[in-house]
């Protein structure tokens, strides 16, 4: 009887070990199914285009924002849960305006983290001014679509999701930026990331700029 309840408890063990191989071993496949990650973002808007510089043009004509479009490949089925592809895209830009008339776009700029360069110093005519400076005067507006308020925590926890707007769980992101009369004749830049798989298991991201001018 004791070998039998002995042998009872080593089969029950075999099987629990083995159980938890299989789980520690599991295998997350490659985000996406073809393989190869890619990502294509055009501005989507009438009389757009892209010249022989890599410059994307497009005109004012009236409308206060022009369109960033984009093609995302479709994920392993291993990251779409009930039809929905865990996918993100962030939009940011260089370009500023402040509605006192003031626009202005930051050098050096480093997008997908403002935390980063709170301490920047941003030439605005003869005047020098911190990122941190102008939202005490003015809360600036990024054309992608957020801003900075004198109560923007710059070193939180959060602060990195705070300096950029978000498209999530399509193949097909669009994002309005906005625009008007002042800016034409400007060059501004757009900054996008494309993030597949935003769960569990390996994610890739890919980054695009677009340089836009504004006719």
């Known amino acids: 009887m004791f070998n039998y309840i002995k042998s009872f408890l080593l089969i029950i063990s075999v099987i629990f070990l083995s159980s938890c191989e299989?789980?520690?071993?599991?295998?997350?496949?490659?985000?996406?199914?073809?393989?190869?990650?890619?990502?294509?973002?055009y501005i989507d808007q009438v009389n757009a285009y892209l010249d022989d510089n890599g410059y994307w043009h497009t005109e004012f004509f009236g409308p206060r924002y022009f369109?960033?479009?984009?093609?995302?490949?479709?994920?392993?089925?291993?990251?779409?849960?009930?039809?929905?592809?865990?996918?993100?895209?962030?939009?940011?830009?260089?370009?500023w305006v402040a509605f006192d008339d003031l626009s202005?776009?930051?050098?050096?700029?480093?997008?997908?983290?403002?935390?980063?360069?709170?301490?920047?110093?941003?030439p605005v005519a003869e005047t020098t001014y911190n990122i941190g400076e102008i939202a005490q005067l003015m809360e600036p507006l990024n054309i992608a679509g957020y801003?900075?308020?004198?109560?923007?925590?710059?070193?939180?926890?959060?602060?990195?999701?705070?300096?950029?707007?978000?498209s999530k769980y399509t193949y097909k992101p669009r994002q309005q930026f906005y625009l008007d009369n002042r800016m034409v004749g400007d060059t501004l830049e757009v900054y996008v990331k494309a993030t597949f798989n935003t769960d569990l298991g390996e994610s890739v991201e890919m980054n695009h700029t677009l340089k836009v001018i504004i006719d």
Do not use: H, M, W
């Not at 930051?106 to 941003?122: A, D």
């Open 147 to 166: 801003q900075i308020t004198k109560n923007t925590c710059f070193d939180c926890p959060y602060s990195d999701r705070l300096f950029a707007t978000y």
């Open 104 to 122: 202005f776009t930051v050098p050096l700029y480093s997008p997908f983290g403002l935390s980063s360069q709170y301490g920047t110093r941003i």
């Open 22 to 41: 299989k789980e520690l071993d599991y295998y997350y496949p490659y985000p996406c199914a073809d393989a190869s990650c890619d990502s294509v973002f």
């Open 67 to 95: 369109t960033v479009a984009g093609k995302l490949d479709q994920l392993d089925d291993e990251y779409v849960v009930n039809e929905v592809p865990l996918v993100e895209v962030a939009y940011d830009s260089n370009y």
